[in-house]
């Protein structure tokens, strides 16, 4: 039987600012048996992120993990009055830090029933706020995140093997730019998948 976890690793790649085009592959699903939750690997299979809910009927708070199983961001599920969003939590918390959301994603409503778009709001705990933007495909098999100036950051489409064969539902290729935090547009794409009960 194989290995749940991946093995020791002396000198372990830190994901944080990209300094180029980082592709990921996002299965929607937990290592651990009978858990929610996602495992993203790296473009050499090795297991860069991860969300594992243990208690899978309580899903109002997940904790976004690196190879390690250091968690990164708690995301937690908010309500308030009649409109529902995610917020992440950067941890481990410094002393100098406010203890505010870093980021808020949220379904934007319009009068389209067709429209997909959702408001992710970032730099809470800084007060210096900024918008990304996600927009879901008219196929609904992929979608982009960009920035306030509609440039493209991140996309997340279906994978598929090198014959061509669509891999499922549940297996995606993630491409970010470079200069891009890679934690934390993880964390917006586990509180987007949320959103849309995909885990």
């Known amino acids: 039987m194989g290995k749940v976890h991946p093995q020791a690793i002396v000198s372990s790649p830190t994901y ?3 300094s180029k085009q980082e592709t990921f592959t996002l299965w929607m699903k937990s290592l651990v048996l009978n858990g929610k939750g996602c495992t993203v690997f790296d473009s050499n299979g090795q297991i860069a992120y991860r969300v594992d809910n243990y208690n899978s009927n309580h899903r109002d708070q997940v904790h976004l993990m690196d190879q390690r199983g250091n968690t990164l ?29 870093s980021f808020r994603v949220s379904k934007t409503y319009s009068i389209s029933k067709w429209d997909s778009t959702y408001e992710v709001e970032l ?40 014959c061509g064969i669509d891999l499922g539902d549940d297996v995606f290729t993630m491409v970010v730019e470079p200069n891009i935090d890679l934690s934390l547009i993880m964390g917006v794409v586990v509180a987007y998948n949320l959103i849309k009960s995909k885990m």
């Open 73 to 101: 961001f708690a995301i937690l599920k908010k309500q308030y009055k009649l409109s529902r969003f995610w917020e992440g939590y950067k941890l481990p918390a410094t002393r100098n830090d406010r203890k505010g959301p």
């Open 123 to 162: 730099g809470l705990d800084k007060n210096k706020p900024y918008n990304y933007k996600i927009k879901r495909s008219a196929c609904k098999s992929s979608y982009k995140i960009s920035d306030k100036f509609g440039v493209i950051i991140a996309e997340l489409r279906r994978k598929k093997s090198t």
């Open 16 to 18: 944080n600012i990209t």
